[in-house]
């Protein structure tokens, strides 16, 4: 498919890479790129500390972080 394709139909495109078929992108007829999916990624972004915090004790550390404020300063 040429560039103005790819970029047109993009989220088309990367989800035929990621369920495993070959999307090449041409440049005036002559293949120039080959979407693939990466191996072996961590997912990223949103999700990715899901459940890290399950047992942190948010109020301590809300109080822990309002104590450390000059108080003096704040008034």
Do not use: C, H
Request: aromatic share 12%.
């Amino acid at each position: 498919m040429s560039i103005y394709e790819a970029k047109t139909n993009f989220s088309k495109y990367v989800d035929l890479a990621l369920s495993g078929e070959e999307v090449i992108v041409t440049n005036r007829g002559r293949e120039v790129i080959a979407l693939t999916p990466l191996k072996n990624r961590e997912q990223a972004g949103f999700g990715i500390l899901s459940g890290a915090f399950e047992d942190f004790d948010w109020e301590k550390a809300d109080s822990d972080f309002q104590a450390s404020f000059n108080q003096d300063k704040l008034s």
